[in-house]
């Protein structure tokens, strides 16, 4: 009996072997080409021309695309007014408003005026439905 059952195991193991080997051998498409490492970055910067991160979701979301209702003259006219009455502190990490009249921000360094715009950029975001530049919301510490 023990004899016949090893012999039953041994012939079951056998078939299983001859047609799991025969399984694998097929294949029914040819083996994918790997990407290279310009597709994967051609890939991942559409990828990120196309999505934002949302903290509050912890995901990445498409983008919607920007309509609004004002031109994009009078959005940078309106962020040309704010920097012109407003000077970037480094101390306190954030805008202070000038007290004397709006300064003229052509006699303003290059430099400057390219480090406060970032800063402006960074710190503040267009409300379509108020038309207007408002403060974005800052990041919890973690």
Same mark, same amino acid.
């Given at each position: 009996?023990?004899?016949?059952?090893?012999?039953?195991?041994?012939?079951?193991?056998?078939?299983?072997?001859?047609?799991?080997?025969?399984?694998?051998?097929?294949?029914?498409?040819?083996?994918?080409?790997?990407?290279? +490492?310009?597709? !994967?970055? &051609?890939? /991942? $910067?559409? #990828?990120?021309?196309?999505? =934002?991160? *949302?903290?509050? @979701?912890? %995901?990445?979301?498409?983008?919607?695309?920007?309509?609004?209702?004002?031109? +994009?003259?009078? !959005?940078? &006219?309106? /962020? $040309?007014? #704010?920097?012109?009455?407003? =000077?970037? *502190?480094?101390? @306190?990490? %954030?805008?202070?408003?000038?007290?004397?009249?709006?300064?003229?921000?052509?006699?303003?360094?290059?430099?400057?005026?390219?480090?406060?715009?970032?800063?402006?950029? =960074?710190?503040?975001?267009?409300?379509?439905?108020?038309?207007?530049?408002?403060?974005?919301?800052?990041?919890?510490?973690?």
């Amino acid at each position: 009996m023990i004899k016949s059952t090893c012999f039953q195991n041994l012939v079951f193991s056998a078939a299983l072997i001859a047609v799991s080997s025969t399984a694998y051998a097929q294949t029914t498409s040819p083996p994918e080409v790997a990407a290279t +490492r310009n597709e !994967v970055r &051609m890939d /991942r $910067d559409e #990828f990120l021309k196309n999505h =934002r991160y *949302d903290d509050t @979701n912890g %995901d990445w979301i498409p983008n919607t695309p920007f309509k609004s209702d004002s031109s +994009r003259a009078d !959005v940078k &006219m309106a /962020r $040309d007014k #704010f920097l012109s009455s407003n =000077r970037w *502190d480094e101390a @306190n990490d %954030d805008f202070t408003p000038i007290a004397q009249t709006p300064r003229n921000m052509s006699d303003v360094s290059p430099e400057v005026r390219k480090m406060e715009t970032m800063q402006f950029m =960074r710190t503040h975001m267009w409300d379509n439905s108020s038309s207007k530049w408002v403060k974005k919301p800052m990041r919890p510490k973690q």
